[in-house]
C-alpha cells in the first residue's frame, strides 16, 4: 500500500512564506495573509469578483467583490503569533522590547512575560516586578542556556470591525458569523444566534463527527492509488514485453514485415499511453480527494482540539463543508481502476503474400475468435434469393469498436466467383451481420475477426426461391407403411421418418426406402414408439414418447451416440416427450407434453433450462430472431423471448373448424406452419409474419410432425395415413 499522506499545517503563509498576518481562510481550505490576497486580487483584476486560490487554482466567489468579505481564520491567526514567539524564544535572536517599542532607543529584550504576553527589555523587566498585579507573572529569561519551557499563548479578546470596543460576544447561526452585542441589537436581533461558549461546544462536537466520518475515506482510496501505481508498473512490463515479441517475430520476417513493424509499435506505444493516461487520470481524481480530505480532517482535529470557541466558529463551516463535499465524492468515486494492464498481440509467423499490409495486431485487451458466434439467424439454414438475410453476432463486453474487427464473406459453396454483399454493423454491443443471395443454392458464410473464424464460422445457408403459399400442391408422398409422427429433412434430399414399428425409416429424395435406423425394444439405438426427429448437421435427434429419452445417431451411417432424458417431471425428465426444434446455437428444445414444458438441452444432452408454458407442449420451433414458438395442443401458440425467460405473445388457432395444435415450423420469411386436428377437420395452415391466415392445406389424417427442406418444400408426417407428404 502506499503511504499514507497526511500534511501539516504550518502557521506561514505560502505566497509571502511569512507568518501569517490577518489570515482569510477560502471555501477550499487554503489560508493566507490578507496584504497577499489582495496583491492576488489585483494581478488578477479588479473588475473580477472572483478570485482563483493561489495554492488549487479553485476559483473562489468574493462577498460583496471584496476580499475583506472572505472568512477570517482567527485559529491561524492566534497559532501564527505563537509560533512567532516560540520561534524568538527558541532561536534566541535579539529581540525589541514590547513595552518601550514606541522609541527609536528600544533596547533589546531580556525576558518573556508569558501573562502579558510582552517581550520585555531589562529595565522594563525591574518595572515590571515592582508592580502589584505583574509580581506573579511567569517570565522566561531569553538569557539563559538551560531548556526552556515554551509558553502558551493566551488568547486576546476579538474586538468587533465595525465596534472597535465592543467584543465578539455571540454567535449568529443565519449569518454564520461572530457578532457584538450592537451588531446583535442592529442586525441580529430576529436571527437564530447564540452565546459564542455555547455554539463553540456544538461546532467542536460537530468537527469531531467529521473528522470520524472521514475514517472510512483515505485508506480504500490510498490502496486504490496503491493498485493503479502497481497497475502502471504491470503496463510498462508489459509494453516492454510485448515489443520485445514483436521485435523477435518480425526479426524472422525480414523487410518485408519491417512497416507492418514499426507500425504495431506505434499501435503498442498508443495503447499503453492511452492506458497510462487513463490509469493516471483515475489517480489524480484518488490523490486529490486524498489530500482534501487529509487537508480539511487536519484542520477540523486541530481546531476542534485546541483552540477557543470564537476561533472554532470563525471556521467551522468552511471545514465542514468541505469535508462533507470530499465524502459525498468519495460515495460516487469507483475505487476500482478502470483499466488493466493487458496488451494482447496477435502474431502467428504464417505466409503472408498480399496480406502482409493487415499482418499483425494489438490490443489492450485480449480478442478471442471463440468468443464470438452468432447470437440468432440461424435456428433456419434458409434464405431466400434476393432477399436481405441478417444475422446477429453477440460482442464481448469491454471490448471498444469490437464490430470493426469483423469481417464478413459470403460465397457461392461450389466455388463459383459470385459473392453476395455482406454488411455489418454495430447495435448496442450487437454486431448485425447482412447478407443477400443473388441466385438459389448453397452458399457459406463466413465471420471472421482479425483473420480468424468466430465461433462455428463459416455457415451453410440453403438459398431457395420465395414460396406462394397461395398454390401449395402435394408434390409426393413417401409411404412408411405403420403410424409416423415426426419428419426431418437432410440437406442432402433424404427424408427421415419415424414409424410406430420401431425405427426411423429413411428415403432418397424419390421416395425409395434406402434403409433403417434403429430396432423395437428400450435399449440403447432401440425405439417404442418414435415420435419427434430433428437433424443438426450430420446428427439425427429422435424423441421416444413411451420411453421419455431422446437418442442420438449418425445420420448417414445410422450409428448409436447418445441419449439423454428418463421418465419424470425433474430437470431433464420427461413425460412423453413429442417435437423438437434447434435455436442453431448448439441447444436443443424438446417438448414435454405432460409436463406442460419446453426443455432446453446442449446437443450432448446437458440440461440448460425449462420453459414453462402452461399447457400441454406438442411442438417447438425457433424463429430468425431467436424467438421460441410453442405448439399447445390446447389450440394456441405461445412465444417466448430467446432466453426463454418471457411470454411474449400468444396465437390462438385461426382455423375456426380445428380444435388441436399439433406440430410447428417456420420459414426464413417468418411464416409459422401449423398442424391442426379435430376429427374430420385436419389442415396445416400458414401465418404469416403479421399473424394472418394465409393457405390451408386440407385432406391430412392427423398430420404430427412437420419440417422443411433446402428448398423451402412442406414435409408433413400425416400419422393415420402411415406416409409423409411433399408441398
Not at 493566507?32 to 469578483?49: M, N, P, V, W, Y
Not at 483515475?282 to 483552540?307: C, I, N, P, W, Y
Not at 447470437?375 to 469498436?401: C, M, N, Q, W, Y
Request: net charge negative; proline share 3%.
Amino acid at each position: 500500500m502506499a503511504e499514507n499522506t497526511s500534511p501539516g499545517i504550518t502557521m506561514t503563509c505560502e505566497v509571502c512564506s511569512e507568518y501569517y498576518t490577518d489570515p482569510l481562510m477560502l471555501p477550499c481550505l487554503h489560508s493566507f495573509c490578507k496584504k497577499c490576497l489582495i496583491k492576488a486580487k489585483e494581478k488578477q483584476g479588479s473588475a473580477d469578483t472572483s478570485l482563483k486560490c493561489p495554492t488549487c487554482d479553485t476559483s473562489v466567489n468574493l462577498p460583496d467583490g471584496k476580499i475583506e468579505g472572505l472568512t477570517q481564520n482567527l485559529w491561524f491567526e492566534h497559532k501564527s503569533k505563537e509560533a512567532l514567539i516560540k520561534k524568538k524564544i527558541i532561536n534566541k535572536e535579539a529581540v525589541s522590547c514590547d513595552k518601550c517599542s514606541v522609541d527609536d532607543s528600544s533596547d533589546t529584550a531580556v525576558v518573556y512575560c508569558c501573562d502579558c504576553g510582552q517581550f520585555l527589555c531589562d529595565l522594563c523587566k525591574k518595572v515590571h516586578k515592582r508592580g502589584k498585579k505583574e509580581t506573579n507573572h511567569k517570565l522566561i529569561d531569553l538569557e539563559t542556556k538551560e531548556s526552556i519551557e515554551l509558553p502558551t499563548v493566551k488568547h486576546e479578546a476579538v474586538y468587533c470591525a465595525r465596534h472597535l470596543d465592543q467584543k465578539l460576544m455571540y454567535y449568529c447561526n443565519d449569518c454564520n458569523k461572530l457578532v457584538c452585542q450592537i451588531c446583535l441589537n442592529v442586525k441580529h436581533k430576529t436571527h437564530n444566534y447564540n452565546d459564542y461558549l455555547d455554539e463553540g461546544d456544538i461546532a467542536r462536537k460537530a468537527l469531531k463527527e467529521s473528522v470520524a466520518s472521514c475514517d472510512e475515506v483515505i485508506p480504500p482510496v490510498t490502496e486504490a492509488i496503491a493498485n493503479g501505481e502497481k497497475m502502471l508498473e504491470q503496463i510498462a512490463t508489459r509494453k516492454e514485453e510485448v515489443r520485445q515479441e514483436i521485435k523477435e517475430t518480425f526479426e524472422e520476417l525480414k523487410v518485408a514485415l519491417d512497416k507492418r513493424c514499426n507500425d504495431l509499435l506505434m499501435e503498442t506505444e498508443e495503447i499503453a499511453s492511452a492506458k497510462r493516461n487513463s490509469v493516471e487520470k483515475q489517480l489524480d481524481g484518488f490523490r486529490k480527494l486524498v489530500k482534501q480530505v487529509s487537508h480539511g480532517r487536519h484542520f477540523a482535529s486541530s481546531v476542534s482540539e485546541r483552540t477557543d470557541p470564537g476561533e472554532v466558529l470563525s471556521v467551522k463551516k468552511l471545514i465542514t463543508n468541505q469535508l462533507e463535499e470530499c465524502i459525498e465524492e468519495y460515495k460516487k468515486l469507483p475505487l476500482e481502476i478502470e483499466e488493466n494492464q493487458v496488451i494482447w498481440t496477435c502474431l502467428a509467423a504464417s505466409t503472408m503474400s498480399n496480406e502482409i499490409h493487415n499482418y499483425g495486431s494489438v490490443f489492450g485487451v485480449y480478442i478471442d475468435p471463440a468468443a464470438y458466434s452468432i447470437d440468432s439467424g440461424l435456428a433456419i439454414p434458409l434464405a431466400t434469393v434476393k432477399k436481405e438475410r441478417k444475422f446477429k453476432v453477440a460482442l464481448p463486453a469491454g471490448i471498444d469498436k469490437a464490430a470493426s474487427y469483423l469481417k464478413g464473406s459470403f460465397i457461392k459453396s461450389d466455388g463459383s466467383k459470385e459473392e453476395g454483399r455482406v454488411v455489418i454493423v454495430n447495435d448496442n454491443n450487437t454486431a448485425i451481420v447482412s447478407c443477400t443471395p443473388q441466385s438459389i443454392g448453397g452458399y457459406e458464410l463466413s465471420v471472421t475477426i482479425r483473420g480468424h473464424h468466430i465461433k462455428g464460422s463459416p455457415y451453410q445457408l440453403s438459398v431457395k426461391a420465395s414460396r406462394d403459399y397461395t398454390t401449395l400442391t402435394n408434390q409426393r408422398s413417401f409411404n412408411v407403411g405403420s403410424n409416423t409422427y415426426g419428419v426431418a429433412v437432410h440437406t442432402n434430399g433424404e427424408v427421415f421418418a419415424g414409424s410406430w414399428d420401431g425405427f426411423v425409416q429413411v428415403f432418397s429424395e424419390d421416395g425409395t426406402a434406402v434403409r433403417r435406423i434403429g430396432s423395437k425394444g428400450n435399449g440403447n439405438g432401440q425405439f417404442d414408439r418414435p415420435w419427434g426427429l430433428l437433424l443438426v448437421g450430420d446428427r439425427l435427434y429422435v424423441s421416444d414418447d413411451s420411453l421419455n429419452r431422446v437418442q442420438y445417431f449418425s445420420a448417414t451411417t445410422g450409428q448409436y451416440i447418445g441419449q439423454f432424458g428418463s421418465n419424470g417431471n425433474g430437470n431433464g425428465q420427461f413425460s412423453r416427450s413429442f417435437g423438437m426444434s434447434t435455436d442453431g446455437k448448439g441447444n436443443i428444445l424438446v417438448a414435454d407434453y405432460n409436463n406442460n414444458r419446453v426443455q432446453v438441452f446442449k446437443e450432448d444432452g446437458t440440461f440448460v433450462q425449462v420453459i414453462q408454458c402452461d399447457g400441454q407442449a406438442t411442438d417447438v420451433a425457433v424463429d430468425n430472431e431467436g424467438k421460441i414458438h410453442i405448439t399447445i395442443y390446447q389450440n394456441h401458440i405461445k412465444i417466448f423471448s430467446p432466453d426463454g425467460k418471457t411470454h411474449l405473445h400468444t396465437y390462438n388457432n385461426p382455423h375456426s373448424g380445428s380444435g388441436y395444435l399439433h406440430g410447428v415450423a417456420i420459414d426464413d420469411d417468418g411464416h409459422i406452419l401449423v398442424l391442426t386436428y379435430r376429427y374430420n377437420d385436419v389442415c396445416v395452415y400458414a401465418l404469416s409474419p403479421d399473424g394472418k391466415q394465409v393457405k390451408l392445406i386440407s385432406g391430412l389424417s392427423n398430420p404430427f410432425g412437420i419440417a422443411l427442406d433446402k428448398d423451402g418444400y412442406i414435409y408433413v408426417a400425416d400419422c393415420m395415413n402411415k406416409c409423409i407428404t411433399k408441398y
